[in-house]
């Protein structure tokens, strides 16, 4: 794997970050469209269909304002990328989730976990496989609709 190859993996997790954090759910989706995602707290399972991430998103996260913003903010750490050939790779990180809103002062919301396979075509890296799930959560009244 080269320095390249690992940016460009790094540059695929942060992407999700920054789609989600901006409420754009269909970039984040998209992200998805040759990959399963799984959510191992209630078992469910997307594959390869970009639209259906970006819609299971919009069901449970809260927007806010004129411009429809979740007003999160991902962090993430302790990010380990290892090679397997030259053309996949897993992934690994964890994420603090920040938000303020009106009368909801900057807090930590969650914590997550986030495992990955990625796979190189002619196209670039992908995400192939995704496995998240929250492992702390504070006051989620301002980030949820409901329970993921």
Not at 19 to 31: K, N, Q
Not at 57 to 83: A, C, Q, W, Y
Not at 94 to 123: C, H, T, W
Request: glycine share 8%; proline share 4%; aromatic share 10%.
């Amino acid at each position: 794997m080269t320095a390249d190859d690992y940016f460009a993996i790094q540059r695929l997790i942060n992407l999700y970050f920054v789609h989600v954090d901006e409420g754009d759910f269909d970039a984040a989706g998209s992200l998805f469209d040759h990959a399963e995602i799984v959510y191992p707290a209630t078992g469910r399972r997307i594959s390869s269909d970009g639209p259906a991430v970006a819609a299971l998103m919009r069901s449970f996260v809260k927007l806010h304002g004129p411009d429809h913003r979740t007003l999160t903010r991902h962090h993430s750490g302790n990010l380990i990328i290892e090679p397997d050939g030259d053309t996949a790779a897993t992934g690994r990180c964890g994420a603090v989730i920040f938000q303020a809103a009106e009368n909801f002062p900057l807090q930590p919301v969650a914590v997550a976990r986030y495992s990955d396979r990625f796979v190189k075509d002619a196209g670039g890296w992908r995400f192939a496989h995704r496995e998240m799930e929250l492992t702390m959560t504070g006051d989620l009244s301002q980030h949820l609709l409901r329970g993921v």
